[in-house]
């Protein structure tokens, strides 16, 4: 990957978000329809063998929780991945040319998708195709972590609205990072997907805030996904209304091909225009076990 950055070089890296993760799930039936279990994953870059998908953490569990699950939904207790929007966006949540999280210094309209600690969450069973989820951190915090989901998916459309309120609380996930902050603030995602056949379009809204209610950034993307037999080609466009004078906007287009059901090979282009912006590429292998 090359992030295209004053003074970068191209380097194998790894493009973090989960992408490199191994998911540890038990399940136990309880009888009158309840299951309950532990649910875990650990991550891990690929190119560096960290214990962190970033290469710099320090935890081996990103998430550690235990669940009961039944016809009124899945409550969880412990250290808990937090819903996100990756959905609205072909490169999901694997970095490089993504909406969502891509490369360092490119705009994001990611607002969740990290872990909360001492954390309980809900989500609701699918009802016509509605469904929610809430997720709070419990600890002596003034501002706890929390974050919000209500979504539908229904034949070739999905919409959800998702919002997290104050800062993260997996400071100490990254090895040499201060403690936890407690920071008010908000972040809001308003997200549509529809599929179309020849091609699934997207487009996303997000809205950051800061502690005084000032909006801090203010993104629109909108992408595209068209499958062409073992090809699939990747577009997407997005600009931050909020830093409209400085023209940050970001272009990106991509193609993988699917040598198997389960190995993908893949390369992207993206261009970033703002003050220092810069073009990158990613060229990456995928397997998914």
């Known amino acids: 990957m090359d992030t295209g950055a004053a003074g970068a070089t191209a380097a194998v890296s790894t493009l973090g978000g989960g ?16 299951r309950g279990g532990f649910d875990s994953q650990m991550r891990f870059n690929a190119a ?12 081996l569990l990103h998430g550690a929780n235990v669940y009961l699950s039944g016809g009124f939904g899945t409550v969880r207790m412990g250290k808990i991945i ?24 490119t705009i994001s309209t990611l607002i969740a998708a990290q872990t909360i600690a001492n954390s ?3 989500a609701t069973p699918t009802v016509n195709g509605f469904s929610g989820s809430y997720h709070t951190s419990v600890s002596a915090r003034t501002n706890e972590r929390s974050v919000m989901s209500l979504n539908y998916g229904k034949g070739p459309l999905s919409a959800q609205y998702l919002q997290s309120k104050n800062s993260v609380n997996i400071a100490g996930d990254v ?14 995602s308003v997200g549509a997907s529809y599929n179309f056949g020849v091609a699934r379009l ?28 073992a090809y699939t080609l990747l577009a997407g466009y997005a600009k931050d209304k909020k830093r409209a004078a400085t023209a940050d906007t970001k272009l990106a287009i991509g193609a993988n091909y699917a040598l198997s059901k389960r190995t993908t090979l893949g390369a992207d282009l993206f261009k970033q225009e703002q003050v220092g912006g810069s073009t990158g590429f990613v060229v990456r292998a995928r397997h998914n076990f």
């Open 175 to 188: 090895a040499g990072a201060a403690s936890i902050t407690d920071v008010a603030g908000q972040g809001t």
């Open 48 to 59: 560096t063998g960290d214990r962190n998908s970033s290469g710099t953490g320090a935890a």
């Open 82 to 105: 937090e819903a996100n929007n990756c959905a609205f966006d072909p490169w999901a949540c694997t970095g490089g040319a993504g909406f969502a999280a891509g490369a360092p210094g």
């Open 19 to 34: 992408a490199n993760a191994i998911n540890i799930v038990t399940v136990e039936d309880l009888g009158g329809g309840l």
């Open 202 to 229: 997207s487009a996303v809204n997000a809205k950051t805030e800061n502690a005084a209610g000032a909006t801090t950034a203010d993104i629109t993307a909108v992408t595209a996904s068209m499958p062409m037999g």
């Open 120 to 122: 309980v969450s809900y």
